[in-house]
């Protein structure tokens, strides 16, 4: 019986040195060059999907800042309705971009309403009555500005839904050369942004579980706001020390384990982009509609 019992720890050892031999423990890392990320869509259109974060940024800039310079009906229209025909053909029906725009339209209305009841007078007047005067300018001007408003604003609203942070972030760092001390900092904010909702939840309940939470709601919220504050802060020097310990603020260059780059689809968006506002104030000039959105109503 002793020598069954003496037999098994050498056999088990024997076994176990016969497995590492047999396989070792080795960690296989692809090299970057060759890595294939997974896919994730970022869009519910096919085109935009394929689209750099850096590069939805960009293209909305480039059709947003030309349509600040003009301020008629013709420009306006022609840009809105090549942007939802555009964003049709690219897999989103212009039905369904209303619908996700929807704090645009608010913002339009809120914008023709001002400038229809309040804009400057000229031409003929259709209604008189204290300060509001409705005239043919002011109608003009408020159909342009609704226009104008959903132009510059939906489709910038469109390429930001669904865009990955983690992305926009390595694309910062790599096309626009970025400090990425700054970028993956602001990056890990936004992340931890998402935590104050628990960690408010999670303070009240250890102040009722002490008895602290029957007091005064102003001081108790004052109080609270106060822990919620103490808590950032620590979180805060938590982040930081481990981003320093990754090598975040230092001389030397980082590597990335992510690759951003631009692709051609990114350069068919940009010439897109830039033709919008193009035709949009070509149209205004060759119909007589250009009117400069600083100059004299």
């Not at 869009?43 to 939805?56: A, D, K, M, Y």
């Not at 900092?185 to 960690?199: I, S, V």
């Amino acid at each position: 019986m002793s020598d069954v019992s003496t037999s098994l720890p050498s056999s088990t050892a024997a076994l176990s040195a016969a497995r590492s031999a047999a396989s070792p423990e080795t960690v296989v890392v692809t090299a970057r060059s060759v890595r294939v990320e997974p896919a994730h869509s970022s869009s519910e259109s096919w085109f935009i999907q394929r689209i750099n974060p850096v590069s939805r940024f960009i293209g909305a800039l480039l059709m947003s800042l030309p349509m600040f310079i003009t301020l008629d009906v013709v420009s306006a229209c022609t840009a809105l309705g090549l942007e939802l025909v555009l964003l049709w053909i690219g897999g989103i029906n212009p039905l369904r971009v209303l619908r996700r725009t929807w704090p645009v339209w608010i913002a339009a209305v809120g914008g023709f309403l001002t400038v229809f009841l309040y804009g400057k007078a000229s031409g003929d007047v259709y209604f008189h009555w204290g300060i509001i005067d409705i005239t043919q300018g002011s109608v003009s001007l408020s159909i342009a500005t609704f226009a104008r408003v959903g132009a510059v604003a939906m489709p910038s609203v469109i390429l930001a839904l669904g865009l990955d942070p983690t992305d926009l972030a390595d694309g910062l760092v790599q096309l626009l050369h970025l400090s990425p001390r700054f970028v993956y900092g602001g990056l890990a904010g936004l992340r931890m942004m998402t935590l104050l909702k628990e960690d408010w939840h999670a303070l009240g309940l250890s102040r009722r579980s002490r008895g602290l939470g029957d007091g005064g709601r102003v001081r108790a919220v004052a109080t609270q706001s106060f822990n919620l504050l103490v808590l950032s802060i620590r979180r805060a020097t938590k982040l930081a020390t481990a981003m320093e310990a990754r090598g975040f603020g230092g001389d030397t260059d980082r590597s990335a384990a992510r690759v951003s780059k631009v692709h051609a689809v990114d350069w068919i968006f940009y010439a897109i982009a830039l033709a919008i506002p193009v035709v949009a104030l070509s149209a205004a000039v060759v119909t007589g509609n250009w009117h400069f959105a600083f100059g004299s109503v």
